[in-house]
């Protein structure tokens, strides 16, 4: 399938959302519950798999949503059709504060290698595979899995990443060594592998893991200052693991009868 030529715009700062242009006959497919708001006149359709392309009946239908679950993704998505006569826009919301990233797949040599949960919206024909990890200990040790996310085409695609992103041009040879949940996205060209921390007190009290991502060029990463599962369990850590609530910065909240009497003043009762 030919790829839609879409024009876009992202607004905002922290939490920022992309508006995609689409003209007559031209469409954009959204992962689920992505969609922020859209012009009369684009049409939704809901399809099983990716969407991407015709793909040979049932079981070529099945195959490709088949893809999208082993990668943790909903087994649909949706299709925004302008079915209007004029250019209609279609927004896609990140789903926590960070950046959405378009990626030109045409000029990234038609291949990009993501995190699991990166992607967001792209140009119809764009195709959402998976990318099965060579090495085994990748697949056991790395922060994203066994299995991470595969678009190819030569359409626009947006990816989403947590806090600042920042992008690395690796030459041939060059190697970096990465927080394995602060990578977002990779050129296939990139070698990607698990590297030990090498000490064991540094692995057990450093706070960054037993292991590392190693990343050797050539090709283009990139690196996100905030992963999502780094922010789940801060705000895991600050949440009250009883009932009652928690108050940032009072000394009663430290101690057991005090969280007590603050339970109740805060209205925590048993009925």
Not at 56 to 62: A, H, I
Request: proline share 3%.
């Amino acid at each position: 399938m030919a790829m839609d030529v879409v024009d876009f715009e992202i607004k905002g700062a922290e939490m920022q959302f992309v508006e995609v242009e689409l003209d007559p006959g031209e469409a954009a497919i959204g992962e689920a519950g992505s969609m922020m708001f859209m012009d009369a006149g684009i049409g939704m359709d809901t399809v099983f798999g990716d969407g991407s392309a015709n793909q040979g009946g049932f079981f070529g239908k099945l195959l490709g949503a088949g893809k999208r679950l082993v990668t943790g993704e909903s087994l649909f998505t949706t299709i925004y059709t302008n079915q209007s006569h004029t250019k209609l826009r279609v927004a896609f919301a990140a789903p926590y504060p960070g950046k959405i990233l378009p990626m030109d797949l045409g000029k990234l040599g038609g291949t990009l290698i993501c995190q699991k949960d990166a992607f967001l919206c792209a140009a119809r024909g764009v195709s959402l595979g998976i990318a099965l990890q060579q090495r085994l200990s990748t697949g056991f040790f790395g922060g994203e899995g066994f299995i991470m996310q595969k678009l190819d085409g030569d359409g626009l695609a947006f990816v989403h990443a947590g806090g600042t992103v920042v992008r690395r041009t690796l030459q041939p040879g060059q190697t970096l060594l990465v927080d394995t949940g602060c990578v977002v996205a990779y050129t296939p060209s990139v070698s990607f592998e698990i590297q030990y921390v090498g000490k064991i007190k540094t692995a057990l009290f450093g706070g960054e893991g037993l292991f590392l991502a190693k990343m050797t060029g050539p090709g283009e990463v990139w690196l996100q200052s905030l992963p999502f599962s780094r922010l789940a369990s801060r705000v895991f850590a600050a949440a009250p693991q009883r009932g009652g609530s928690r108050e940032e910065g009072s000394l009663l909240g430290g101690f057991g009868a005090a969280g007590l009497l603050g339970g109740i003043l805060g209205g925590d009762n048993d009925e």
